[in-house]
């Protein structure tokens, strides 16, 4: 009913929900920040990890997932509210923009929105808020740019830099301990591509067994496959040839095409040809004078013994992404007709050795010295598949970062050092500014701030007493100063070789404060009635 | 339900399954519909204007979207009241004619209906209102014509343009970008405009939203942008000066639309017709390569033999590209789009400077750009932002913007925002309803107050106080005699709008009100509803 008395007529659907004004604002809030806090405790080098366990009956202990990585935990969460939903989101973002920093990202704007609170109770226009953290937002930035710093791509400092910057990615991980080890792996891995940002060269095979210091960086490239009996195990100097071909047999690809006949005989015709027109494709085949024959499609017997006779070795069955590595790796195309032999010098790939490999238990094919040297493959060992799937995820977050860096090739101090210096850019900048818009400003400032605070927090150690120190070491001008999270004091981030890399940062800083502002904007909260779904 | 009865005091049966039917007459009905209009009119109006907030959405699915949007808001709300859809119409029907002031038309029919209660509520009869209103809108519309101004949209490198997508864009999350996403829209608008015919078709701006950087890495592409890569992953990523074979076929062997059975009996049949396949293959590939084509497009997908043999034929191949692209690419490029392999010649083949693969972030997601097209048609708006519900509002406010370029260069003529036009007709309507001597005089006067009502929502939703405000902007227009004395949204110490240069274009005012005016009339003649009861 209104005020008048008037009944009011139902507009939207039975179930649909429609919250306005301040309830609208504090249910945003209040998932925002929820999300945030959740995986706040996973940031910086002393964070913790979560485990997450699937829903649905039958599951609940054989998929778990032990992660650090925040992408990773919000992904998989399954929350309701709409505010948290953008946080999610924006985290998968930065996860697939720049592959880190997906903690930060969702942190960063739930601490803005927990500022943006405070200001709305003290009666501040939403609007106002907002211009304030433009402005803030573009002063940040200024000052991430005007701090970070560029190194020749050939240079040892670079090479050095990517060092540093593997080490502190890999340094909030389950890794940390072997993180000298695994940066150096990640820097060869990614220096290998040599400017390509393509990671499909860098493959990552992860087995069971052994000791994480187990794992290493191959110069070759590592096919999950096994070689068709009765082949040759080894082959020096191979030509390989990769097709994507039917290898069973020959679908008669015209439509509207049957086989009738009318007697025995005639099949027995029908089978011969078949199997001669399967003679003739491996005959055609055999023209281009391969030494292997890798196939995506599966071979039948028949056509593997007539290849097997020729002397050559067969690898059935690659994946689709394995044989366009092969590809890549050994300069082969791909082929799927085979009428042109004379052209067998471009497409057969090339590379010194094709061996059976074990590793544990499992066989492998290897290939080395390819013609194309940038494929590499990285094996992880590790005691379970849990802690294999999260060195995967912490591999792949360095690598990301690396080849963002060798795009971008700017860096910035770590160890909180450019939260703080933004921080402190727009603090200066909120001095100046006129109006309302000043708190703002400082909200923004005092938000990102937090995000020190809690790598602090995170560690254990006093973070009031270390952020401020941190603040007084910065304004007495040393620009390399950081958290030291060893010894849980304010020490030189170039002493320490901590370094990031700024694409990162700005990403998680404009994503952040985009959607913080988006959030903010929003008076008004529809919510649909939920589709039914019929229970199968 | 009322029911009658007959002289033995059985109860009529008029309606089919009347038990189950609920039904509202008079007065009940009018005063039902106005408000579930109203609810839907209230949800908007603070939405109105540059400082206007937004709504957050949240599908059946749980998918969530935030958005500024008029029409998109009302479509979303899934509105099950039939009354409040009409207004959901309304929206959609200024989204579709103008493509601008979608929430500005929601809340002016809102104004209106809230006049048009107290009206009922004196005892004047729904149609009176309703004539009355109709001539008041009359009266506003032949004001609005008279208080527009022409503006050069040629003059200083198109400024009035950008400052017309500047105004649209005002209100929205990008707002912070409005000046570059303004020129983004304004040269994308010029780019494909027939100022001759003053005519824009909008099919030829594509826009492609990808999720990642920042909404200021938004730019514009001369060019066409493709979410598809090539077949075949060792094909050339780079074709200049490219002849694009554009095909509605596949590349695969006929399939007649009537039945039919090949029956292979013999051996030798089959040997013949695995022949002839073959053959298929190569006449297809021959025939593309023959016109001098040296990049096919295709509708439709084609197998691994068919794309292996283009990869020999060095051939660069891209299949599953949607219909609406291929339209594009053939307006772009001047190509005829062919439908079967034996009509490719030469002249139907498009041209285009180059035709590259682009990669976007870690996740190695391309996209081909179709740049230099023969006939430059055809652009791209590229926009990012760092998650989708920003990027798809910003394509919603894109989109807005281009709408009012669109309907600028149609139409040069142009009003001032900030309220200040609603001021102005509402001053002339209350002037006009002063020499009618009717009954309809209640609701003409009641119409210039529902538009004064437009200012006082927009100097709530700035944070001022709407009476003071509005009433010293009326002052003003009448002391001066200038209808460009609105509200000053911005604090930017002037309530001129002519000096805050806030355009909005005269087309779509006047719809705005016509199109308002008339739901409102429509609800007001509603008097019965009968509906299941369940409903």
């Known amino acids: ?503 990162v940062k700005e990403q998680a800083l404009m994503a952040a404060s985009e959607a913080a502002e988006l959030i903010m904007r929003v008076d008004n909260i529809v919510k649909c009635a939920p589709r039914k779904r019929e229970r199968a | 339900m009322s029911l009658a009865f007959d002289d033995y005091g059985r109860p009529y049966i008029i309606l089919r399954d009347q038990g189950q039917k609920k039904r509202m007459k008079g007065l009940e009905a009018y005063k039902s519909n106005i408000l579930a209009a109203k609810a839907v009119a209230n949800t908007l109006s603070s939405s109105l204007g540059p400082k206007g907030m937004d709504k957050m959405l949240v599908s059946p699915d749980g998918d969530v979207s935030v958005t500024n949007d008029g029409a998109t808001i009302v479509e979303k709300m899934e509105i099950q009241h039939p009354t409040a859809k009409l207004l959901v119409e309304l929206s959609q029907s200024q989204d579709a004619e103008i493509g601008d002031g979608t929430t500005g038309v929601v809340v002016l029919a809102g104004k209106l209906l809230e006049q048009a209660l107290t009206l009922l509520d004196k005892g004047i009869h729904p149609l009176k209102i309703s004539d009355g209103f109709d001539r008041a809108c009359d009266v506003a519309i032949k004001h609005l014509e008279t208080i527009s101004e022409e503006i050069d949209i040629q003059a200083n490198e198109h400024e009035a343009l950008i400052q017309a997508a500047c105004t649209a864009l005002g209100s929205k999350v990008v707002s912070k970008r409005k000046r570059e996403l303004g020129k983004i829209a304004v040269t994308a608008v010029l780019d494909v405009a027939d100022l001759a015919r003053r005519d824009v078709n909008l099919d030829l701006i594509k826009i492609q939203t990808k999720t990642g950087g920042s909404v200021e890495d938004t730019r514009l592409i001369s060019g066409i942008l493709i979410d598809k890569d090539m077949s075949h992953p060792q094909m050339p990523k780079e074709v200049n000066d490219a002849k694009i074979c554009l095909l509605t076929c596949p590349f695969e062997p006929p399939k007649p639309k009537t039945k039919h059975n090949i029956n292979i009996s013999s051996a030798e049949d089959y040997k013949k017709l695995y022949q002839q396949e073959q053959q298929y293959f190569i006449d297809m590939v021959n025939l593309v390569k023959a016109s001098g084509a040296n990049i096919a497009l295709c509708q439709w997908g084609f197998d691994d033999e068919a794309n292996h043999l283009l990869l020999q034929n060095e051939l660069p191949a891209v299949r599953w590209v949607s219909g609406t692209d291929v339209e594009l690419i053939a307006m772009a490029t001047g190509a005829r789009i062919i439908p079967r392999f034996q009509e490719i010649t030469p002249e139907k083949l498009g041209k285009a400077g180059c035709v590259k693969e682009v990669q976007f972030g870690t996740s190695n997601e391309r996209m081909l750009v179709i740049e230099n097209c023969q006939c430059t048609k055809a652009v791209t708006i590229l926009i990012r932002g760092g998650s989708q519900m920003i990027v798809d509002e910003a394509k919603r406010s894109i989109h807005d913007a281009i709408c009012v370029i669109r309907n600028l260069i149609k139409d040069n003529r142009i009003v001032y925002g900030g309220g200040s036009a609603e001021l102005a007709c509402a001053i002339q309507v209350l002037q006009y309803a002063d020499e009618v001597s009717s009954v309809e005089q209640y609701a003409i006067r009641s119409f210039a107050d529902a538009l004064e009502g437009i200012p006082c929502c927009l100097a709530d939703n700035c944070g001022l106080n709407p009476i003071t405000s509005v009433a010293q902007a009326k002052s003003r227009q009448l002391k001066e005699n200038n209808p460009r004395i609105g509200i000053d949204c911005m604090e930017l110490g002037t309530t001129d709008m002519k000096e805050q240069r806030i355009y909005e274009t005269l087309s779509s005012k006047k719809q705005q009100i016509q199109l308002a005016t008339q739901v409102v009339k429509m609800i007001l003649k509603i008097d019965d509803v009968i509906a299941p009861d369940d409903y």
């Open chain 1, 1 to 503: 009913m209104d005020i008048v008395g008037n009944v009011l007529p139902q507009v939207l659907k039975d179930e649909a929900t429609e919250d306005k004004g301040e309830m609208a604002r504090l249910q945003s809030f209040v998932g925002a920040i929820a999300v945030a806090d959740l995986v706040k405790t996973t940031l910086g080098p002393k964070g913790m990890d979560k485990i997450l366990k699937p829903t649905g009956p039958g599951q609940e202990m054989t998929h778990i997932t032990v992660t650090n990585d925040g992408a990773t935990i919000l992904k998989s969460m399954y929350v309701e509210n709409p505010a948290a939903k953008i946080l999610i989101e924006i985290s998968k973002t930065q996860d697939e923009e720049v592959g880190d920093g997906t903690t930060t990202v969702a942190v960063l704007a739930g601490e803005l929105l927990r500022e943006g609170e405070k200001l709305i109770q003290k009666r501040i226009h939403p609007q106002h808020v907002i211009a304030g953290w433009r402005i803030a937002r573009d002063v940040a930035l200024k000052r991430l740019r005007d701090i970070s710093t560029e190194n020749d791509i050939n240079s040892q400092e670079f090479h050095d830099d990517l060092v540093k910057i593997a080490r502190t990615t890999l340094s909030s991980k389950l890794i940390t301990t072997d993180r000298d080890y695994f940066a150096d792996l990640c820097v060869k891995a990614v220096l290998r591509l040599k400017g390509s940002s393509n990671l499909d060269y860098i493959q990552i095979i992860k087995l069971p067994g052994g000791t994480i210091r187990d794992s290493y960086l191959d110069d070759g490239f590592i096919l999950k496959k096994q070689i068709t009996i009765g082949c040759k195990r080894r082959i020096e100097n191979a030509k390989i040839l990769v097709a994507n071909t039917a290898m069973d047999y020959d679908k008669i690809k015209i439509y509207g095409t049957k086989v009738k006949v009318n007697s025995m005989d005639k099949v027995a015709e029908i089978e011969a040809a078949e199997k001669e027109k399967m003679k003739h494709k491996v005959d055609k085949i055999l023209k281009y004078q391969p030494t292997v024959f890798v196939n995506r499609q599966l071979i039948y017997n028949y056509p593997e013994q007539l290849l097997a006779d020729s002397g050559i070795t067969v690898i059935e069955h690659a994946d689709f992404e394995g044989m366009e590595r092969v590809a890549a790796a050994t300069g082969a195309e791909i082929l799927s007709t085979f009428d042109a032999p004379e052209r067998s010098q471009q497409v057969l790939g090339h590379c010194d050795l094709i061996e059976e490999i074990m590793i544990g238990e499992e066989k492998m094919i290897k290939f080395t010295g390819c013609k194309k040297n940038e494929a590499c493959t990285i094996v992880l060992r590790g005691a379970s598949t849990h802690i294999l799937d999260e060195v995967d995820r912490s591999i792949h977050d360095a690598l990301c970062v690396l080849i963002t860096t060798v795009k971008n090739k700017r860096v910035v101090w770590g160890g909180g050092n450019s939260e703080m210096q933004m921080a402190a850019a727009c603090e200066e900048e909120a001095k100046k500014v006129q109006g309302k818009q000043a708190f703002a400003i400082e909200a923004f400032a005092r938000a990102l701030r937090q995000i020190p605070t809690i790598i602090c927090d995170n560690g254990g150690y006093d973070s009031a007493e270390l952020i401020q120190n941190f603040k007084v070491e910065l304004q007495k001008g040393n620009q390399t100063c950081g958290l030291n999270m060893i010894d849980g004091t304010i020490g030189n981030m170039n002493e320490l070789g901590v370094k990031e890399c700024l694409r």
